[in-house]
């Protein structure tokens, strides 16, 4: 699981033209936090990917890897 999240949020990021910084302060963590989710260092609790999928306009299954439909 932890492969297919840190490949679609930077998927995600790219297409939006976003930088880790800007994504991080758009969900509310350090930018810190969210290049740990982009490297697989670590996985996002629910709260944070629920904001990620929100963010991105992706389902959580998506983000996930559960569904290839965002």
């Known amino acids: ?3 297919l999240v840190k490949q679609r949020l930077r998927e995600l990021r790219k297409e939006e033209y ?3 910084v800007q994504v991080a302060d758009a969900i509310g963590i350090a930018e810190s936090h969210y290049q740990k989710y982009e490297r697989g260092a670590s996985l996002p609790n629910l709260e944070n990917i629920w904001k990620l999928a929100d963010h991105f306009g992706v389902s959580i299954d998506y983000l996930v890897g559960r569904s290839e439909e965002r």
């Open 18 to 20: 976003e930088t880790q």
């Open 1 to 3: 699981m932890e492969i």
